[in-house]
């Protein structure tokens, strides 16, 4: 079954701490993008890479990381500098080549601050 | 710039009723695109539809319709018949055509469908 896996469903972040989250898709796509959803509203783009080993900053990108090592994977770090994390962060994954291709996404990650 | 409006937050229906969910956009392109998604509970977007500038015929699948009108800039959504299990949000996106995969999504539309 092709599709995109994210882990863990559910994070809890201690103040000061960076996190975590993994993204893995088996389609094939060299695009992949990760966003963030806050309650009652829509999805805000945080990063998104076109291809291994080069990645773009969104709307949304400081206090985040990432990485494009494997085509596979798009792993997001929240790190200490975001000071309100607490969110739904969802990942797409889409086949490249000109704008309108369409993104699929993941299952989510709910981040919380304990 | 581009953006993307679903002025209706919450819609409530009774089972089997007939709803309209509304998608006003803006944007320069002549090219562009755009999306429906559904994200039921389980929280993961569903793709449902992709439209590019150029195409304006109105699509149906299954109880699903779209309603595509450049002269207004709107691409409206309607459940014919609707089911407990259309609950959900509902986001409406919008997509350049030549300048790389981004996407602009609306604040979505919580639709409620009663027993």
């Known amino acids: 079954d092709g599709g995109i896996t994210q882990s863990p469903k559910y994070l809890f972040r201690k103040e000061g701490q960076n996190v975590t989250l993994s993204c893995e898709q088996n389609l094939n796509h060299d695009a992949m993008y990760w966003y963030r959803q806050d309650p009652g509203q829509g999805l805000r783009l945080i990063y998104y890479s076109q291809i291994v080993n080069d990645f773009q900053k969104g709307d949304i990108a400081e206090g985040y990381s990432v990485s494009r090592e494997k085509k596979e994977s798009f792993p997001l770090t929240v790190t200490s500098a975001q000071k309100n994390p607490t969110a739904f962060y969802l990942c797409a994954s889409s086949p490249r080549g000109g704008g309108g291709k369409t993104q699929y996404f993941g299952p989510g990650t709910r981040l919380l601050v304990l | 710039a581009q953006k993307v409006t679903q002025a209706q937050t919450e819609i409530s229906v009774v089972e089997k009723e007939d709803v309209t969910l509304d998608c006003v956009y803006e944007?320069?392109?002549?090219?562009?695109?755009l999306f429906w998604y559904k994200q039921p509970p389980s929280g993961e977007l569903v793709f449902l539809i992709r439209?590019?500038?150029?195409?304006?015929q109105n699509e149906i699948s299954g109880r699903y319709s779209w309603n595509f009108q450049k002269s207004t800039s709107s691409f409206n959504f309607t459940i014919t018949a609707s089911q407990v299990v259309d609950s959900a949000v509902y986001f409406c996106a919008l997509s350049r055509g030549n300048y790389g995969q981004n996407f602009v999504f609306g604040p979505g539309t919580r639709l409620s469908v009663l027993p």
């Open positions: 944007t320069r392109d002549t090219t562009y695109y």
């Open positions: 439209r590019n500038s150029f195409d304006e």
